[in-house]
T-cell receptor
Framework: GQSLEQPSEVTAVEGAIVQINCTYQ??????LSWYQQHDGGAPTFLSY????GLEETGRFSSFLSRSDSYGYLLLQELQMKDSASYFC???????????FGAGTTVTVRA | NAGVTQTPKFRILKIGQSMTLQCAQD?????MYWYRQDPGMGLKLIYY???????DKGEVPNGYNVSRSTTEDFPLRLELAAPSQTSVYFC???????????FGEGSRLTVL
């Protein structure tokens, strides 16, 4: 089976930097993804790490360390519209399943 | 671009009733998924399919059934609805080298 752990809540002010950590346990690992979900909406894809290192997409970056079973999502120059839930998700080695963490609620304050 | 389309968006069922949640995608993706999301929680995988005619159970399949007769459609059947099945259901298809999931808008189901 698979399990993922991420903090339940983070609060920060506009313009700040937030890091959301994700640790995972899986019988087979293929890659780590991040999704954003606004209240009442559908999850949307943010980034994917298949190899160790940093992936940068605009204000958002994601990092993976396969040896540590650990990754993080970095949100820079926070904006009010970044208030949402963020989920890490593990892609399994059989390449079929994607299992999600419980999510981190990010609240951005003015 | 339609992407992934789910119907209905909202539904109220009585205990013991049955219904089918419809899901269709127009991106020619082989992989499709059904997740449920309870309030304040993450997404739990119910069933998935790797192509027409091939389906398999996820983490929480009890009380549900699926079929995949075409690449486009992946309906989810609820038999004998129970209050524990009150949830938001998301259908998704997978594409691209990153395995990005494209989600439908969700179907909000209440069982009373």
């Amino acid at each position: 089976g698979q399990s993922l752990e991420q903090p339940s809540e983070v609060t920060a002010v506009e313009g700040a930097i937030v890091q959301i950590n994700c640790t995972y346990q899986t019988s087979g690992f293929y890659g780590l993804s991040w999704y954003q979900q606004h209240d009442g909406g559908a999850p949307t894809f943010l980034s994917y790490n298949g190899l160790d290192g940093l992936e940068e997409t605009g204000r958002f970056s994601s990092f993976l360390s396969r040896s540590d079973s650990y990754g993080y999502l970095l949100l820079q120059e926070l904006q009010m519209k970044d208030s949402a839930s963020y989920f890490c998700a593990v892609r399994s080695s059989n390449d079929y399943k994607l299992s999600f963490g419980a999510g981190t609620t990010v609240t951005v304050r003015a | 671009n339609a992407g992934v389309t789910q119907t209905p968006k909202f539904r109220i069922l009585k205990i013991g009733q049955s219904m089918t949640l419809q899901c269709a995608q127009d991106m020619n993706h082989n992989y499709m998924y059904w997740y449920r999301q309870d309030p304040g929680m993450g997404l739990k995988l119910i069933y998935y399919s790797v192509g027409a005619g091939i389906t398999d159970k996820g983490e929480v399949p009890n009380g549900y059934n699926v079929s995949r007769s075409t690449t486009e459609d992946f309906p989810l059947r609820l038999e004998l609805a129970a209050p524990s099945q009150t949830s938001v259901y998301f259908c998704a298809s997978r594409g691209g080298s990153t395995g990005e999931l494209f989600f439908g808008e969700g179907s909000r189901l209440t069982v009373l």
